[in-house]
């Protein structure tokens, strides 16, 4: 677990601060709930948080997470309506474990703000945190904000480290791949995205041909670190898609069908050409992300300040590796990355963002009418 900034718990209502107007500056204090679950993680967690939110201070109070990743094995992929029952199921026992954990009254905790992912993801499954948070926001009579969850990936980084603005992110998850410039704490723009598979999609379809099981990116990328540590080079060659191309976009489903190819043309594969094919296919997905990204920051009329990677391909050691030695060109650019368990999704990251978007753009928590679930919602939406 992080090494987590230690911030002393104060129990507020909304801070008064939260209304005044230059919130980045100023400190504040918040105790937020929050609930994440777009896809198949039901996550729960309770924060304090302080500070500027450039340079917060985080405690996490409690943190709870399920993964349903071994009941969707069977389906290769996450089925929608079995995460919507399951999350069902689960999210009152993860926030009583958050509130225990936290030391926390379950009947009325202390809080501040309830924030929940509003999308995007899997509709059925974002709407059963939303009609939990309303239940419970109704009960204890709190606020409720609806949240990005990319921008949870994206902020996923203050956990433990400060952020200078503008910032480069790059987010790498099961249902994204995006280039985002963000100029300010609530401005995204998206520069470039993927115009087909996502690259975490990329690692898990490629893990499947290999049989290995579902969710099989943290798995290509174990076998990949086996080949290096054995000092394998790669026996073949694949496809490093759209490298070249004069934008900022990217397509993974090539990359895949021409591991397919290679599959058929190989005919029966033992483990050792498992970590052949690991091997190689994590260098060639990584080196498009890598090239991309320095496109981004070489072509910019902005210089940025830091560099982000969030989501859970950002956990391939690999990648991480690669981006260190991308951030080594450019001096005056800061490398952030998530602490390895905020790298996939949870609930941590949920509240992050809230408190960013809180003390950022206040009027947010006055936002009127009902959260909706958005399944394709965008990090560039400005609502
Ligand atoms: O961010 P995330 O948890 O969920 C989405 O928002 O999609 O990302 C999940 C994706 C999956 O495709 C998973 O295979 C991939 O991240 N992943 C990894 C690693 N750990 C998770 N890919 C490569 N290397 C890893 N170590
Ligand atoms: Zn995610």
């Known amino acids: ?19 005044s107007s230059n919130l980045t500056a100023s400190a504040t204090t918040m105790r937020i709930l929050s609930i994440e679950t777009s896809c198949d993680e039901t996550a729960v967690a309770l924060l304090n948080v302080t500070g500027p939110a450039s340079k917060p201070a985080v405690t996490i109070l409690g943190n709870s997470l399920f993964s349903q990743a071994s009941l969707h094995e069977q389906y290769g992929g996450v089925f929608p309506t079995l995460a919507k029952r399951e999350h069902e199921k689960n999210l009152p026992i993860l926030l009583e474990q958050t509130l225990n954990e936290a030391n926390e009254a379950t009947e009325a905790p202390e809080l501040d703000l309830i924030a929940v992912t509003a999308g995007p993801g899997l509709e059925p499954a974002l709407w059963a945190g939303i009609t939990f948070a309303e239940e419970l926001g109704k009960k204890w009579n709190k606020p409720i904000l609806g949240v990005d969850h990319m921008k949870g990936h994206v902020w996923s980084v203050l956990s433990s480290q400060e ?29 470039g995205r993927t115009l087909d598979d996502a690259v975490g ?23 990949a670190e ?20 004069n934008d900022l976009n990217f397509s993974y489903s090539g990359l895949k069908t021409a591991v397919l190819y290679k599959l058929k043309e190989l005919g029966n594969i033992d483990e050792s050409i498992k970590e052949d094919f690991a091997l190689e296919f994590e260098a060639a997905a990584i080196e498009v992300l890598v090239a991309k990204t320095r ?38 650019i800061s490398l952030k990355l ?25 009027e947010s928590l006055n936002r009127p009418g009902k959260i909706i679930a958005r399944g394709n919602l965008s990090i560039s939406s400005q609502e």
């Open 295 to 332: 496109k981004a920051i070489e072509e910019s009329n902005i210089e940025y300040k830091t560099l982000i990677i969030g989501g859970g391909v950002a956990a391939s050691k690999y990648l991480q590796e690669e981006f260190r030695n991308l951030a080594k060109e450019f001096s005056s």
């Open 201 to 223: 999609e990329a690692f898990d379809k490629v893990a499947r041909m290999l049989g290995l099981p579902y969710p099989g990116g943290p798995k290509i990328s174990a076998l």
């Open 338 to 362: 998530p602490e390895k368990s905020l790298t996939t999704d949870n609930a941590v990251m949920i509240g992050l963002a809230a408190y960013v978007e809180a003390t950022a753009k206040p």
């Open 163 to 191: 952020v200078e603005l503008p910032a480069l992110a790059l987010l790498v998850s099961g249902g994204h791949t995006e280039l985002v410039e963000v100029s300010d704490w609530h401005s995204f723009k998206v520069l």
């Open 1 to 19: 677990m992080a090494e987590w900034l230690k911030a002393p718990v104060s129990k507020t209502g909304i801070p008064q601060g939260i209304v």
């Open 226 to 245: 086996v080949a290096r540590q054995k000092g394998k080079s790669p026996i073949f060659k694949l496809p490093r898609p759209m490298i070249h191309t």
